[in-house]
């Protein structure tokens, strides 16, 4: 039970630290806000570069989840990372 409690804090933090790369990402790089990028990212086409980007932060979260010897969380974070990663490759190819 407990390596369920941990691996699902690791995905929480995973998601947390994707949500807050795109957001760090679009108020570094673009001059609008952050609904009008992201609605013009759909539109036109580059929402999936942007949540990859976005996926930067979980190499952190990682990493400092290795360093702790907390294995479950780090593997919560890499499983945050692939979900991620095919519900963007769902959202481009259909």
């Known amino acids: 039970m407990k390596m369920k409690r941990e691996l699902i804090i690791g995905f929480i933090t995973g998601v947390m630290a994707n949500m807050l790369g795109v957001y760090l990402y679009i108020l570094a790089f673009s001059d609008e806000g952050i609904e009008a990028t992201l609605e013009q990212s759909m539109t036109e086409g580059y929402f999936g570069k942007i949540v990859t980007l976005g996926a930067v932060l979980n190499l952190a979260a ?31 190819f259909f």
């Open 62 to 92: 990682f990493f400092i989840y290795i360093r702790k010897k907390q294995d479950y969380r780090a593997r919560g974070v890499l499983l945050a990372t692939v979900v991620i990663g095919i519900a963007v490759m769902i959202r481009k």
